[in-house]
């Protein structure tokens, strides 16, 4: 359950996987959309590489496939129960909601998608420039 909680606040925090204090993506706003899918080729912190092998985040796809599902899930539920809009406006929402967020589940996809090799390592996470 602990690692439930610590890849969501890696992936949604944009936080390395390993030491949960550098940042994976260069710029934290994923609405810089000149920029968002810009990574650091490795943990300004611990030093963990995130530029792996050729094709790694092809498997992020898959992530982003589930989470999509995910948010269907919990949009159709809380629809079905609360608001009733009928099947053809729910879509609708659900297409544009899905464009919107689409710069975030790039980003929260392949953080998630990198949770899945790299473990959080709390005493890795010494660095002194980003001490709080
Ligand atoms: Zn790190």
Redesign the pocket.
């Known amino acids: 359950m602990k690692r439930i909680w610590e890849v969501l606040y890696s992936s949604f925090g944009n936080k ?1 996987p ?5 940042e994976v993506f260069k710029y934290n706003n994923p609405y810089n959309l000149k920029h968002f899918d810009e990574m650091n080729t490795e ?1 300004p ?4 590489i995130f530029e792996r092998e050729t094709g790694f985040y092809y498997g992020a796809m898959y992530v982003s496939y589930a989470w999509m599902a995910g948010w269907f899930i919990v949009t159709y539920t809380f629809n079905s129960m609360f608001i009733g809009a009928d099947l053809l406006n729910y879509l609708l929402f659900f297409f544009i909601s899905i464009l919107i967020l689409s710069p975030m589940t790039f980003r929260v996809s392949r953080i998630t998608w990198l949770n899945f090799f790299v473990k959080y390592k709390p005493d ?2 010494n660095c002194k420039k980003m001490a709080h």
């Open positions: 390395c390993r030491c949960h204090n550098g943990c912190c611990c030093g963990e890795k996470a």
